[in-house]
């Protein structure tokens, strides 16, 4: 027999004695159970409520047929519900970027209308709403005092249509918007 055979089959006799030893080693194992208790998560929502109404400078308008005019103030009024739950849960209550978008973004007129009016929106909430704080920098945090709030909250976001210098605002002639994606979110506060 050739060395190159023996030494195989010296390798698998090795192999199949270590393979077969394998299961003799033994090691000590113990449990016990840490009594540990359920939990459960919270909740964050923000639900839409009955259709909000529009006004300009104070007078109740349908909006789909007013032609906005530098130093308007455009005002939607809103009741919403907001639901939190969570023992240290905090959220913010904001208008989503986006929401005053131009109708064409391919249009100039509609692109510089949107920015103009998109600068100036901010939303306020009612001032008396239990568990929501005004920021002072167009958000509001949602604090559940005792884990829990469930509330109609009245919903208001102001768009002033700024009144610039002559002609400052001239490329905003013309232009339209799209409000159909105005939306409120209610994010939970990451710090």
């Known amino acids: 027999m050739n060395k190159i055979t023996k030494a195989s089959i010296a390798t698998a006799a090795g192999v199949a004695l270590l ?7 033994a090691s000590w194992n113990a449990d016990a159970t840490t009594n540990g208790a359920a939990i459960s998560a919270g909740n964050l929502v923000v639900t839409d409520g009955p259709a909000g109404t ?6 109740a308008i349908d ?12 005002t939607y009024t809103k009741t919403m519900q907001i639901g939190a739950e969570g023992d240290s849960l905090e959220a913010e209550l904001a208008l989503t970027g986006g929401s005053i978008a131009p109708a064409d973004g391919l ?6 209308l949107a920015d103009l009016l998109d600068d ?21 945090t949602v604090t559940p005092g005792g884990g829990v709030i469930s509330e109609d909250v009245t919903v208001t976001v102001t768009i002033a249509f700024p009144n610039g210098a002559a002609g400052a605002d001239n490329a905003a002639m013309n232009g339209s ?9 209610l994010t939970q506060a990451t710090d």
């Open 19 to 25: 393979l077969g030893g394998a299961g003799t080693f």
């Open 54 to 59: 529009w006004s300009a400078n104070g007078a």
């Open 63 to 74: 909006i789909a047929g007013y032609a906005v005019s530098p130093g308007d103030v455009l």
């Open 107 to 112: 249009n100039t007129a509609d692109v510089a």
């Open 120 to 140: 100036s929106a901010a939303l306020t909430v009612e001032a008396d709403a239990e568990g929501i704080t005004d920021n002072r920098d167009g958000s509001f």
């Open 177 to 185: 918007v799209n409000l159909s994606a105005m939306t409120v979110t």
